[in-house]
């Protein structure tokens, strides 16, 4: 299968390449009725490799999830660039991509994992886990069986692996949406508070499958509450306050590339 | 990127038209009908395309041209401008530059329609299989059997009885009749699906299974298709990429989770603000 890449910790000579740079992102929201603008994040500015997690953190509003969005095409930035190298070595910017090309990343190369689980009603938390790598081509059986593994491993208990997510717990709901948003090996992901309403146990399956995904090469853009859990999975953190004058507070000073936060 | 179909400058007056027409209608003046000959614009420069295996919504409210789009494409209309391409594998038809006999053939063998009213896309009045046999007859299958084969086999895939395969539609639930008349838009494979309002009008559990097989459709056989609804729900569980339409014109083309989270327009923003 094409689709599925091998595990090997960095894919070929990119390492030095990174997979996703990000330049004077702003973003505000104009509302019509009100004839309002509202701002979220601004002026930001950073870089993310292959195996590196940054992390944003800072209070709640400041547009932590809005970064996110506009990487995503969620939300539609108002300003900067959103450089991302695809598999194949091109680098397009994700602001202004046509939306056939968003569309295929986000099936083999962009993985989002939101604050909150939006799947298809009516389906079991096997299948909503499983999906992801069944839209891929890979045989329903074996993307189950996938699924099982991940979310025994993020301990979603087997009775409720054929019941539908939307009667779940918070927590467990979180977990299938992770178990979901990392069933296919993807090159860039971005996890939007991935430990919170978690018990110390959860959430430590949660870091344990986060920083395998950072050994298998991929390319993090987390928002995190949780500083230490942040300080524990990230190269860089950067801190997103309000008002939005982000600041790079490197974890490692010595770091070849730091994120470079533009403050405007 | 291949495409399915492209679709550019579509436009469709009722009424005599006049210069004025495409000028005074539209989402700033927030009507489709001309001032001055009293025409309906009913849509107004339309672009878009589909690409292989999406679903495309078109969202908007009564009177925004949404299902005007549909009826122009599968020839129940006659469009007044633009053009619409079909790829349909080797073959590219030019839709509006076809003869009748060719309008047909490719509206019985390579695109299906779904309507929200079962009267427009079946016949009550003959069985649920002869409804599919149809179809098959004007596709130049005949052996009795095979037509009855794939009747039945359809009929497995949108879930109606097998046993209830030689009563009249008339006498089938809401829910069942959108059942058959999927099951004969797709009897001869077709690569292309037009949904006008398919849950419109139907209980909400009903419409919930209609919705799944949609997807199950879409997934399993890869069949492109436009979705016409004014139901955000709808929208958001069947759409890839979702177009706005207001007073005949496109307000708002995107992602259907920015279109959703992200509106830019106002009038999205607004239907978005009155859904959620």
């Known amino acids: 299968m094409p689709t599925l890449r091998n595990l090997s910790p960095l894919p070929y000579n990119e390492a030095g390449q990174p997979v996703l740079r990000i330049a004077g992102l702003g973003k505000e929201f104009y509302l019509h009725e009100q004839g309002k603008t509202v701002p979220s994040a601004k002026g930001l500015s950073f870089e993310v490799r292959a195996g590196e997690l940054v992390a944003l953190v800072g209070p709640s509003g400041a547009g932590k999830s809005s970064v996110l969005k506009c990487i995503y095409r969620t939300y539609l930035p108002s300003s900067g660039q959103i450089l991302y190298r695809t598999e194949g070595g091109r680098e397009l910017d994700l602001a202004a991509a046509p939306e056939s090309e ?36 890979e045989s329903p059986s074996i993307a189950r069986e996938k699924a099982r593994q991940l979310l025994s491993r993020l301990g979603v208990p087997v009775p409720l692996h054929p019941i539908a997510p939307a009667t779940f717990s918070g927590g467990e709901r979180q977990r299938v949406n992770i178990a979901r948003g990392v069933i296919v090996p993807r090159r860039l992901l971005l996890l939007d508070e991935p430990t919170a309403s978690l018990d110390p146990a959860a959430r430590d399956r949660v870091i344990g499958i986060i920083l395998e995904e950072k050994q298998r090469g991929a390319a993090i853009v987390a928002v995190f509450h949780d500083l230490a859990v942040a300080g524990k999975l990230a190269e860089r953190t950067i801190e997103i306050a309000q008002p939005v004058i982000p600041e790079d507070i490197s974890a490692d000073l010595n770091s070849v590339i730091p994120a470079k936060a533009g403050i405007q | 990127m291949q495409r399915v179909l492209e679709v550019s400058g579509l436009s469709r007056i009722y009424g005599r038209g006049c210069a004025r027409c495409a000028g005074e209608t539209g989402p700033a003046f927030e009507r489709n009908v001309c001032p001055a000959c009293g025409s309906v614009v009913a849509v107004h420069d339309v672009s878009f395309h589909l690409l292989p295996g999406e679903i495309l919504g078109i969202m908007g409210e009564s009177g925004s041209g949404k299902s005007t789009i549909v009826k122009l494409l599968n020839f129940d209309e006659t469009a007044g401008g633009g053009q619409a391409r079909f790829f349909d594998g080797e073959r590219t038809w030019d839709l509006f530059g076809l003869n009748s006999a060719e309008r047909r053939w490719l509206r019985d063998n390579r695109m299906g329609t779904v309507y929200q009213n079962p009267h427009l896309g079946l016949n009550l009045d003959i069985s649920a299989g002869g409804n599919i046999a149809e179809r098959l007859l004007m596709n130049n299958v005949l052996s009795y059997r ?71 459709l879409q997934e399993v056989l890869k069949i492109s298709m436009i979705a016409v609804t004014h139901d955000l729900g709808v929208i958001r569980l069947l759409a890839s990429r979702t177009i706005v339409m207001r007073y005949g014109r496109v307000v708002e083309a995107g992602l259907t989770d920015q279109i959703l989270e992200d509106p830019q327009h106002a009038y999205t923003q607004e239907l978005v603000a009155a859904a959620l």
């Open chain 1, 102 to 137: 968003i569309l295929a990343l986000r099936e083999r190369e962009i993985g989002a994992v939101t604050q909150f689980l939006h799947c298809l009603p009516r389906q079991s938390a096997l299948d909503v886990t499983a999906r992801p790598l069944i839209r891929l081509g």
């Open chain 2, 146 to 216: 095979e037509i009855r084969e794939r009747a039945v086999q359809l009929l497995a895939r949108t879930q109606v009885p097998a046993d209830r395969m030689d009563e009249h539609p008339r006498r089938f639930s809401g829910g069942m009749q959108q059942r058959v008349q999927i099951a004969r838009a797709l009897v001869t494979n077709p690569p292309l699906l037009l949904l006008d309002e398919v849950t419109s009008g139907l209980d909400v559990s009903v419409q919930a299974r209609i919705l799944d097989l949609i997807l199950e």
